[in-house]
Nanobody, 117 residues
Framework: QVQLVESGGGLVQAGGSLKLSCTAS????????WGWYRQAPGKQRDLVAS????????SYADSVKGRFTISRDNAKNTMYLQMNSLKPEDTAVYYC??????????WGRGTQVTVSS
């Protein structure tokens, strides 16, 4: 089993920045990538960014390209999401995910990000 704990959410004004962190514990060897998802009220949960554990290849949703940066520290089993130039439409609950090629992904509990206009 894997436990994922997010931190770093909060309230910020439009144009501001936040940095989310996600620390993993447990049997993480089945995970081959990390991901950040978000879910706004009444909407589906969407992938925001992902990064492979080996090689560090990244992928971003078009809506956040150039504003968000995903990174990881394998030694600390931690990944990050630096969010700059935040917009009100970025408001959502952000979830950390451990992505597996087989089996269900692992999920954190989520952290609220609210961007005021």
């Amino acid at each position: 089993q894997v436990q994922l704990v997010e931190s770093g959410g909060g309230l910020v004004q439009a144009g501001g920045s936040l940095k989310l962190s996600c620390t993993a514990s447990g049997w993480i060897f089945s995970i081959n990538a990390w991901g950040w998802y978000r879910q706004a009220p009444g909407k589906q949960r969407d992938l925001v960014a992902s990064i492979t554990i080996t090689g560090g290849s990244t992928s971003y949703a078009d809506s956040v390209k150039g504003r968000f940066t995903i990174s990881r520290d394998n030694a600390k089993n931690t990944m990050y999401l630096q969010m700059n130039s935040l917009k009100p439409e970025d408001t959502a609950v952000y979830y950390c995910a451990g992505l597996r090629p087989q089996g269900d992904n692992y999920w954190g509990r989520g952290t609220q990000v609210t961007v005021s206009s």
